[in-house]
């Protein structure tokens, strides 16, 4: 497999993920009860045909006796079980589409709630390719077993010892065929099991490599990389052909074997059967019904083989499926939490330290406070903590020590809904989905009406730009936003956030992507929003955070100095040189008023 595979978690056995999968059933497990009892009543139909038919052969041979009556009753059963197996057919149809939907949403539902860690971590190709092709196993699972698969087994586990009933003799004789042939199967099934594992990990590294590479064309573009990016998922293919040639090869095997087995059990049948016919140990109806019994036999044990091969392709599929569901969130709700309401907006961070792993601190003991209508910068080298320290405020995680709190309360003890409803995020990327405008917008206020619309993008200097479009606010953007600037981007995303009019706003480099002149609007209009409310800003380059009550510059994770701009900029600390780095030292009217002399 390929290095950016996730570790391996342990194997499931298969008879564990069909545990599951009949549990995955949910409200639809009074239907699969009844296409089970539907089940047995097409393998009992299906039993009785041979029987009927040796009947009215040994009744033809004794001659004198009617076979009307029988042949009446062997109608009768082939019609009802011609209406059976529509029933159970159209029903199973229906159980397995709904049920795959209903799987699919609850999957993709439970994965957006899980933690960012493990979304950075897992890729998000193998996360949609467990989701639909799992989802699709459990349909396809769902309607064999429940149309034909369930029919079957039940028709193997009754005919075998129904025939002993029947006749000892050719019943024996036709277990003893069997009993090989099984036996064939269950070691074909172990041969196959961990190899197709295997083959379904090598399926998730071909979607995961299409899908980075993709996401990413326009640098493949740009770097010449095409025919370097087909040749590694070339080499993907490879492996993972390396992996299904034994599998298939296996199965090939099987259905060879598979005829010529029920030509064999036949032939022995009849012979075996001549013999005891010979002693007076059988009659003519019974080799005929026997022989009969060993073609439908035969017949169903090949079905199940099918039935077998198709649950050990899709197993591998459904575990994948069943490991994302299985994952638990890392921060959710505690028990008793509350919904705040619309908060005031004091923040306070009160000794908190982070770290992403055990051993590598990210955040160290760090204490500030934020009252409503203040605005507080978070200023540092790349890594230094900042946005960690307010990813750690909407509670994408949670501290190793120390507590946040939102008026006074800790937010482990408040909502993840209704924590989040209060703070309004402007990420560096702006993260837009590939919907219309108008969705984007409204991800925040889902009723916010146009005139809402329109005030909040003419607030982040974006509403000539959406004019400009044909269909205006209903105009689809593409994957990420592309049909934008990036500057364009991440104006709408500052209007989005405006939109939602939280008490909390988190400005995370917020205005990087934009130009001077259009920076100097955005900016005006973030001025103006953070009155009355609790603004946190991210910035790297200074001059955007002059205004700010409150300045906290981090080092290594901690915060080694605080206090006003300018007090901080005269202070010859850290603040001073990233200040004398960006040639901000000077007053803001001497830098803007200074004209370069040639």
């Not at 949609?128 to 087994?153: E, I, Y």
């Not at 573009?221 to 998922?233: D, G, I, K």
């Not at 309360?409 to 993840?416: K, S």
Request: aromatic share 6%; with cysteine; glycine share 8%.
């Amino acid at each position: 497999m390929s290095a950016s595979s996730p570790a391996r978690k342990p194997r499931r056995g298969p008879f564990a993920i069909y545990r599951r999968t009949i549990a995955l059933l949910g409200e639809e497990r009074r239907l699969a009860a009844w296409l089970v009892a539907g089940n047995v009543a097409l393998a009992g139909a299906t039993f009785a045909e041979p029987v009927l038919f040796g009947a009215i052969i040994d009744r033809l041979t004794r001659g004198g006796e009617a076979i009307a009556p029988l042949a009446a009753l062997w109608a009768g059963i082939a019609l009802a079980a011609i209406a059976g197996r529509v029933a159970v057919g159209l029903n199973a149809d229906r159980l397995s589409h709904r049920r795959r939907l209903a799987a699919l949403t609850e999957v993709f539902g439970h994965a957006l709630t899980l933690s960012l860690s493990w979304h950075r971590r897992t890729h998000s190709g193998r996360v949609v390719k467990a989701l639909v092709v799992g989802a699709n196993a459990l349909a396809d699972v769902w309607l064999t077993f429940f149309r034909s698969g369930c029919a079957t087994l039940i028709g193997l586990a009754a005919l075998l010892p129904a025939s002993l009933a029947l006749n000892p003799w050719l019943g024996g004789i036709l277990i003893a065929l069997l009993v090989v042939f099984g036996a064939a199967i269950t070691i074909l099934t172990r041969q196959t099991q961990n190899r197709q594992e295997d083959v379904e990990s090598y399926h998730s590294d071909v979607a995961q490599q299409a899908a980075d590479a993709i996401s990413q064309v326009a640098v493949v573009q740009s770097f010449a990389r095409a025919r370097a990016e087909t040749a590694a998922l070339g080499a993907v293919m490879k492996r993972l052909l390396d992996a299904q040639m034994p599998v298939l090869s296996w199965w090939a095997y099987a259905a060879a074997a598979t005829p010529a087995a029920g030509t064999i059990t036949v032939l022995g049948v009849v012979l075996a059967g001549a013999e005891l016919n010979s002693r007076g140990l059988a009659s003519v109806g019974d080799i005929v019904t026997f022989a009969a019994l060993a073609t439908l036999t035969v017949g169903k044990l090949g079905e199940a083989v099918g039935l077998v091969n198709m649950l050990m392709l899709n197993a591998p599929r459904i575990a994948e499926l069943l490991d994302v569901l299985d994952e638990r969130p890392e921060v959710s709700d505690r028990e008793g939490a509350r919904d705040p309401g619309r908060a005031a907006g004091r923040v306070a961070f009160e000794r908190v330290s982070f770290a992403y792993e055990p051993d590598r601190p990210t955040l160290t003991d760090v204490s500030f406070e934020a009252l409503p209508g203040e605005t507080v910068a978070l200023v540092g080298a790349t890594g230094s903590g900042k946005s960690t320290t307010l990813a750690l405020l909407h509670r994408a995680f949670d501290p190793a020590e120390g507590r946040i709190t939102l008026d006074g309360a800790d937010i482990r003890d408040l909502t993840l809904e209704g924590l989040r409803r209060n703070v309004g995020v402007v990420f560096q990327d702006p993260m837009l989905f590939a919907r219309s405008i108008a969705d984007n917008l409204r991800v925040g206020k889902p009723d916010a009406t146009v005139e809402e619309l329109e005030a909040a993008c003419a607030k982040a200097e974006v509403l000539d730009v959406i004019r400009r479009l044909p269909q205006g606010f209903d105009s689809l953007l593409g994957e990420r936003g592309a049909s934008l600037s990036g500057g364009e981007r991440q104006r709408l995303a500052i209007a989005r956030a405006l939109l939602k009019d939280p008490p909390i706003l988190v400005l995370d480099e917020a205005t990087s992507a934009l130009d001077a002149g259009t920076e100097a609007r955005v900016q005006a209009a973030l001025d103006a929003a953070r009155k009355g409310r609790t603004t946190l800003v991210i910035a790297h380059r200074l001059a955007t955070v002059r205004s700010a009550d409150l300045v906290l510059v981090f080092e290594n994770g901690r915060i080694v100095e605080r206090g006003g701009f300018e007090a901080l900029a005269a202070a010859a600390g850290p603040f001073a040189r990233l200040v004398a780095a960006q040639e901000l030292s000077r007053p803001r009217e001497a830098r803007e008023g200074a004209v370069e002399v040639p």
